[in-house]
């Protein structure tokens, strides 16, 4: 499957952006998917993730009520939404998938594919 992520920009805190990311070549409904965030100098974290149909997601405890993940099977794609920006929320985040499992995990090796990343700048 191919993952492309867009939506990303400059954003003030407080403000709002949401992300999204589109699949191709699988059927996306077939996978688990989540978003992770990397900043400079950091390391790739988990932000959110939602299971197959949709109805079950796991947050990051950093966004979680800020944040809202949310899927289209129809359409093929992934969205993040975001609220109540913080400079801290500056970084490029990633869409991932799995075909394995049931639960939407936060760990980065459970996810096989990865997109090419949007990057998200809230200033202060």
């Known amino acids: 499957v191919q993952l492309q992520a867009s939506g990303g920009g400059l954003v003030q805190a407080g403000g709002s952006l949401r992300v999204s990311c589109t699949a191709s070549?699988?059927?996306?409904?077939?996978?688990?998917m989540a978003w992770f965030r990397q900043a400079p100098g950091k390391e790739r974290e988990f932000v959110a993730a939602?299971?197959?149909?949709?109805?079950?997601?796991n947050y990051a405890d950093s966004v979680k009520g800020r944040f809202t993940i949310s899927r289209d099977n129809a359409k093929n794609t992934l969205y993040l939404r975001m609220l109540s920006l913080k400079p801290e929320d500056t970084a490029v985040y990633y869409c991932?998938?799995?075909?394995?499992?049931?639960?939407?995990?936060?760990?980065?090796?459970?996810?096989?594919?990865w997109g090419q990343g949007t990057q998200v700048t809230v200033s202060s």
């Open positions: 991932a998938a799995t075909t394995g499992g049931t639960y939407p995990s936060s760990s980065y090796a459970y996810y096989d594919y």
């Open positions: 070549g699988r059927t996306f409904s077939t996978f688990i």
């Open positions: 939602i299971s197959r149909s949709g109805g079950t997601t």
